[in-house]
C-alpha cells in the first residue's frame, strides 16, 4: 500500500488486529448516523483497505451503544431540502457509492458486527456486508413509516432480498422494533450470539475466511450475487469462466495442493476440512462450526 494519508481518523475510525480491520462508524453521540462526510470517509476507507495489507477481512461495527441509526435527518435531509436536484442527486450517490457499490462488491470479506441499534437506512450497509452476526440485544427497525416517508435508500430492496415478505412488509407498515434474535430467525443476519460473545464469535469467523484462498474466495461471493439475477444457460457459462479465470489468477496452488493432500496423501476430507498449506506441509483445519450459536432460518 502506498504511504498517502489514510481516509479514517473522523466519522470512521479503524483499528487493525490480527490481519482483520475492525471499521467504526465513528460518531457515538449521534448513534453513529450517516452524515454526507461520513458516506465520504467510509468510502474513501474502504477503497483504501483494499490494497492494505494489515487487512485481511472487513469488520464493520459501530462506536458506543449503536451500530447506526440510519440516516441523519438533520445533516443529510433538513440541511439539503432547499439545495439543487443536482446537489441532492450528489449526495444520494455518495451514500450509494459505499453502501450498494464497494461494500457489496468489495475485494476482501466483509461481517457486520451487529452492537447495538440499527433502523432506516443502516440496513443497506448492513445487507451489503457478506456475513452478518449481531448481538441478542440488538435492536432493529424500519423506523422510516413512522416520519411520513418510504425506506428508501434500497432499504426495501434490502430487506426484500433477505427477510421474506411476510415479514419484511410487516416491519416496513409498523415500524415497529426486533431484537438479534429476531433478525436470525427471519434471515437478516446469520447468527445472534450474547454481547458478550459478539467479538469471539466475529473473530473465529474471519479467521475460518482467512484460511481459503482469497482469490477465489472473492470470486466465489461475487458469482453468488451475480448469478441470482441470470438464467440458468447464462449463470453455467459465468460461473465456469470466473471458476478458470479465479484459478489463473491464483495459480492453482491452493487447489492443486488439497488435491494432493486428498487423492495422493488421504489427509484431507474437503466436506469437513479445510487445507491450510504451512511451511510446506499440509496443515488440516476444521471447518465445523462452534456449539451455541443461533443459526438463521431463512424463508
Known amino acids: 500500500m502506498s504511504s498517502t494519508k489514510q481516509p479514517w481518523g473522523n466519522t470512521v475510525d479503524v483499528e487493525f488486529s490480527d490481519s482483520i480491520a475492525f471499521v467504526y462508524f465513528n ?7 450517516m452524515s454526507p462526510t461520513l458516506n465520504r470517509e467510509m468510502y474513501a476507507t474502504l477503497h483504501a483497505l483494499e490494497l492494505d495489507d494489515r487487512c485481511k477481512v472487513v469488520v464493520l461495527t459501530g462506536r458506543g451503544a449503536a451500530w447506526s441509526a440510519g440516516m441523519d435527518l438533520k445533516e443529510y435531509f433538513r440541511e439539503t431540502d ?49 456475513i452478518a452476526i449481531a448481538s441478542d440485544d440488538a435492536t432493529f427497525g424500519l423506523s ?11 432499504v426495501t430492496k ?6 421474506g415478505q411476510r415479514d419484511a412488509l410487516y416491519y416496513i407498515m409498523t415500524g415497529e422494533t426486533f431484537d438479534g434474535k429476531k433478525a436470525a430467525k427471519m434471515g437478516l443476519v446469520n447468527e445472534s450470539v450474547p454481547a458478550k460473545q459478539l467479538e469471539k464469535r466475529v473473530r473465529e469467523l474471519a479467521k475460518v475466511l482467512m484460511e481459503k484462498d482469497p482469490i477465489v474466495l472473492r470470486s466465489a461471493k461475487e458469482v453468488f450475487k451475480r448469478v441470482r439475477y441470470m438464467d440458468w444457460e447464462t449463470a453455467n ?33 474437503p466436506g469437513l476440512d479445510t487445507y491450510k498449506k504451512d511451511d510446506g506441509k499440509n496443515a488440516i483445519k476444521s471447518s465445523k462450526k462452534p456449539a451455541g450459536a443461533k443459526k438463521s432460518k431463512k424463508k
Not at 450509494?96 to 464497494?102: H, R, S, Y
Not at 434490502?158 to 427477510?163: K, L, P, Q, R
Not at 460461473?239 to 488421504?266: C, H, P, T, V
Open 158 to 163: 434490502s430487506v426484500a432480498d433477505t427477510m
Open 82 to 130: 432547499n439545495e439543487s436536484d443536482a446537489f441532492k442527486m450528489r449526495i444520494r450517490e455518495e451514500a450509494a457509492a459505499w453502501q450498494q457499490i464497494k461494500l457489496r462488491n468489495h475485494a476482501k470479506p466483509t461481517i457486520a458486527m451487529v452492537n447495538g441499534w440499527v433502523f432506516g437506512g443502516a440496513f443497506t450497509p448492513l445487507t451489503s456486508c457478506d
Open 27 to 33: 460518531r457515538p453521540d449521534k448513534k453513529n448516523c
Open 144 to 154: 422510516e413509516i413512522n416520519w411520513g416517508i418510504l425506506p428508501g435508500g434500497n
Open 237 to 269: 457459462d459465468y460461473i465456469y469462466a470466473k471458476s478458470d479465470g479465479s484459478q489463473k489468477r491464483s495459480g492453482g496452488e491452493f487447489r492443486n495442493g488439497a488435491m494432493k493432500a486428498f487423492l495422493d496423501e488421504k489427509k484431507l476430507k
